[in-house]
């Protein structure tokens, strides 16, 4: 008797919790899956969305490999933007939060000041902002012409050989999340390690390189994953600020995607597009992951 | 201080005051720029740009800003913009609170498989789903209403679920045993013992909503094509575009109004977007 009661109320707790955890379920299947399993099968085809899809088999893969010249474009600007912004800016990230972390006065309040581009950074507002500040009559160049006399007004963002510069500069003036994460974690430093390395007469790069470096080794690798996997998906910067150009020079994938996509409605080449990104950004999480073992330190001795 | 006196240690901390000093103004130069850019006089915005200070102030570009375009005051756009980042961040904090519950306290077959399914959704591009979305919502005629901007975060979200869960975690089974000896159901488990106590991991989670929505540029640039339905990062761009004989003093000006609300909750809850970060490494 008391067996079949116990039953009862497992099935009833298991009622119960696929009834709340029903929202995300359904919005699994309806918002993810539903358009996961759409969006492979359109790859393969050609689609306008007026007229029904037309199945091309590797057509669009074909194109986009060997005859799509801004394809190659778009990669070169995302991979240029990824491997230059996130290390650039993991490194800022990482010597500002070692300056705050030293004892320093009214830390909150220049904490809060390092934080606040990352706050409004992916703002509209911003771009807007960015792309003023660095045009020909900017105040970049007005602060140029004032301390150094230069009187030549170079449109940063036009530019083709500093376009892309000028979108790096945006992503690394955004180090402030990535440098909470890390003062979070040189907070977990223990001190005695420091003083006894003190006493052994230890200076400062070695300190770093023994004691701050590994032990923060976690912490900068996710944030480099973070990056990497953000990066990949820049787009309101390309649009607006630079606009994809010039000649493609900061045509992002994202930006591509959705030119292609929603301008020109080829749904088909972006959702083969989507899916090479997909593709693409695992196997990147799965380098890092696969070799984060011979660089990643947990102090649980895992190594 | 006497100049025999100061020892070297105070040397090296007053240098590296004055360092850390002059980077986070070099930090916040460009937006008080375009502040400072915003109250100058259309003709002295690019002329001598760099100078913080006016030489004559002025809030026109604001008045002339909030008159909007295409007919529609910027009050609309802002309206817009909240009635969506609202609706957002309610739905949101609704549904994760719900769907953590049954994560974290209903031991139950599948619970494993799905919170790792969960998991995986959060390793996703967001751009993969992008397109077949769009056609569904324009095959159901959503193109054009709120509603693909807020109905998808009545269905949770895997991150701020994920976070909700870690939270409940850390609370004591025996809260809900006792519960459970009362007399209480899950339903009432989750909203009259626990509730109370998930205040602040909700706050971290609204206020992350909140930014995100606000800020969303690429939702609205699919989905609403009617300047009337424009939301204010929408509207921005749209303003800035020459198109419309740019004036950039009033939209510095309107750019400056869509960033308030997001420094007023910043001044405000400054303590959980910190920890929120520090925690868990989310992206502001």
Same mark, same amino acid.
């Given at each position: 008797?008391?067996?079949?009661?116990?039953?009862?109320?497992?099935?009833?707790? @298991?009622?119960?919790?696929?009834?709340?955890?029903?929202?995300?379920?359904?919005?699994?299947?309806?918002?993810?899956?539903?358009?996961?399993?759409?969006?492979?099968?359109?790859?393969?085809?050609?689609?306008?969305?007026?007229?029904?899809?037309?199945?091309?088999?590797?057509?669009?893969?074909?194109?986009?490999?060997?005859?799509?010249?801004?394809? *190659?474009?778009?990669?070169?600007?995302?991979?240029?933007?990824? =491997?230059?912004?996130?290390?650039?800016?993991?490194?800022?990230?990482?010597?500002?939060?070692?300056?705050?972390?030293?004892?320093?006065?009214?830390?909150?309040?220049?904490?809060?000041? /390092?934080?606040?581009? @990352?706050?409004?950074?992916?703002?509209?507002?911003?771009?807007?902002?960015?792309?003023?500040?660095?045009?020909?009559?900017?105040?970049?160049?007005?602060?140029?012409?004032?301390?150094?006399?230069?009187?030549?007004?170079?449109? *940063?963002? @036009?530019?083709?050989?500093?376009?892309?510069?000028?979108?790096?500069?945006?992503?690394?003036?955004?180090?402030?999340?990535?440098?909470?994460?890390?003062?979070?974690?040189?907070?977990?430093?223990?001190?005695?390690?420091?003083?006894?390395?003190?006493?052994?007469?230890?200076? *400062?790069?070695?300190? /770093?390189?023994?004691?701050?470096?590994?032990?923060?080794?976690?912490?900068?690798?996710?944030?480099?994953?973070?990056?990497?996997?953000?990066?990949?998906?820049? =787009?309101?910067?390309?649009?607006?600020?630079?606009?994809?150009?010039?000649?493609?020079?900061?045509?992002?994938?994202?930006?591509?995607?959705?030119?292609?996509?929603?301008?020109?409605?080829?749904?088909?080449?972006?959702?083969?597009?989507?899916?090479?990104?997909?593709? @693409?950004?695992?196997? =990147?999480?799965?380098?890092?992951?696969?070799?984060?073992?011979? *660089?990643? =330190?947990?102090?649980?001795?895992?190594? | 201080?006497?100049?025999?006196?100061?020892?070297?240690? #105070?040397?090296?901390?007053?240098?590296?005051?004055?360092?850390?000093? $002059?980077? !986070?103004?070099?930090?916040?130069?460009?937006?008080?720029?375009?502040?400072?850019? !915003?109250?100058?006089?259309?003709?002295?915005?690019?002329?001598?740009?760099?100078?913080?200070?006016?030489?004559?102030?002025?809030?026109?570009?604001?008045?002339?800003?909030?008159?909007?375009?295409?007919?529609? !005051?910027?009050?609309?756009?802002? &309206?817009?913009?909240?009635?969506?980042?609202?609706?957002?961040?309610?739905?949101?904090?609704?549904?994760?609170?719900?769907?953590?519950?049954?994560?974290?306290?209903?031991?139950?077959?599948?619970?494993?498989?799905?919170?790792?399914?969960?998991?995986?959704?959060?390793?996703?591009?967001?751009?993969?789903?992008?397109?077949?979305?769009?056609?569904?919502?324009? &095959?159901?005629?959503?193109?054009?209403?709120?509603?693909?901007?807020?109905?998808?975060?009545?269905?949770?979200?895997?991150?701020?679920?994920?976070?909700?869960?870690?939270?409940?975690?850390?609370?004591?089974?025996?809260?809900?045993?006792?519960?459970?000896?009362?007399?209480?159901?899950?339903?009432?488990?989750?909203?009259?013992?626990?509730?109370?106590?998930?205040?602040?991991?909700?706050? #971290?989670?609204?206020?992350?909503?909140?930014?995100?929505?606000?800020?969303?540029?690429?939702?609205?640039?699919?989905?609403? #094509? &009617?300047?009337?339905?424009?939301?204010?990062?929408? $509207?921005?761009?749209?303003?800035?575009?020459?198109?419309?004989?740019?004036?950039?003093?009033?939209?510095?000006?309107?750019?400056?109004?869509?960033? $308030?609300?997001?420094?007023?909750?910043?001044?405000?809850?400054?303590?959980?977007?910190?920890?929120?970060?520090?925690? #868990?490494?989310?992206?502001?």
């Amino acid at each position: 008797m008391q067996g079949t009661n116990k039953a009862k109320l497992r099935k009833y707790e @298991t009622l119960q919790g696929y009834l709340f955890i029903a929202p995300w379920l359904i919005g699994f299947l309806l918002f993810t899956m539903a358009p996961m399993f759409a969006s492979l099968y359109m790859a393969f085809t050609r689609y306008d969305i007026l007229s029904s899809p037309q199945w091309i088999g590797f057509g669009n893969f074909k194109e986009m490999f060997t005859r799509d010249v801004r394809y *190659w474009s778009a990669w070169k600007a995302t991979l240029t933007f990824v =491997f230059v912004a996130v290390p650039i800016r993991l490194l800022f990230a990482l010597g500002v939060a070692m300056l705050l972390n030293t004892k320093l006065r009214m830390l909150s309040l220049f904490r809060a000041t /390092f934080y606040m581009p @990352t706050l409004i950074g992916g703002s509209v507002a911003v771009a807007i902002m960015w792309r003023q500040l660095f045009g020909s009559n900017g105040a970049f160049n007005s602060v140029l012409s004032s301390l150094f006399g230069v009187s030549e007004k170079v449109s *940063w963002i @036009t530019h083709p050989s500093t376009a892309m510069w000028s979108l790096i500069l945006l992503a690394v003036w955004q180090f402030g999340s990535a440098m909470l994460i890390f003062l979070a974690g040189l907070k977990q430093v223990p001190t005695s390690l420091y003083e006894a390395a003190d006493i052994d007469g230890a200076g *400062w790069w070695r300190k /770093f390189h023994k004691i701050t470096l590994p032990l923060l080794s976690p912490v900068l690798f996710f944030n480099l994953i973070m990056g990497i996997i953000n990066g990949f998906k820049v =787009f309101t910067e390309g649009l607006i600020v630079t606009n994809g150009g010039p000649f493609d020079k900061t045509l992002f994938y994202v930006l591509y995607v959705y030119e292609k996509s929603f301008r020109y409605y080829e749904m088909g080449y972006g959702s083969a597009m989507a899916w090479v990104l997909l593709l @693409t950004t695992a196997v =990147f999480t799965l380098i890092i992951f696969t070799t984060s073992r011979s *660089w990643v =330190f947990y102090e649980s001795g895992r190594k | 201080m006497l100049a025999g006196k100061v020892s070297l240690k #105070t040397v090296r901390s007053f240098v590296l005051h004055v360092f850390v000093l $002059a980077f !986070s103004c070099l930090m916040i130069y460009p937006v008080l720029w375009m502040l400072s850019s !915003s109250l100058k006089e259309g003709n002295e915005i690019f002329v001598n740009a760099h100078k913080l200070i006016p030489s004559v102030w002025t809030f026109s570009n604001y008045a002339e800003g909030f008159k909007g375009y295409s007919g529609q !005051s910027f009050m609309v756009f802002l &309206k817009n913009s909240f009635i969506v980042t609202i609706s957002s961040v309610l739905g949101t904090v609704l549904s994760c609170t719900v769907v953590a519950y049954g994560f974290a306290r209903i031991s139950f077959k599948g619970a494993a498989f799905f919170f790792g399914c969960m998991m995986m959704t959060m390793m996703l591009p967001a751009e993969v789903l992008t397109i077949p979305q769009y056609i569904f919502f324009h &095959k159901i005629g959503w193109v054009n209403t709120f509603a693909p901007l807020i109905i998808p975060s009545f269905f949770g979200t895997a991150f701020f679920i994920f976070l909700v869960v870690q939270f409940l975690r850390g609370l004591p089974a025996e809260l809900d045993e006792s519960a459970r000896v009362d007399g209480c159901g899950h339903g009432g488990i989750l909203f009259r013992i626990l509730l109370p106590l998930l205040v602040p991991v909700l706050i #971290t989670v609204s206020i992350f909503k909140f930014y995100w929505t606000w800020d969303d540029f690429f939702s609205p640039l699919l989905y609403l #094509t &009617k300047p009337e339905m424009a939301t204010v990062a929408l $509207a921005l761009k749209n303003m800035s575009d020459n198109t419309f004989g740019t004036s950039w003093g009033m939209v510095f000006a309107m750019s400056i109004v869509s960033l $308030a609300p997001v420094f007023l909750i910043f001044i405000a809850l400054q303590k959980y977007i910190v920890e929120g970060i520090s925690t #868990t490494g989310m992206k502001g």
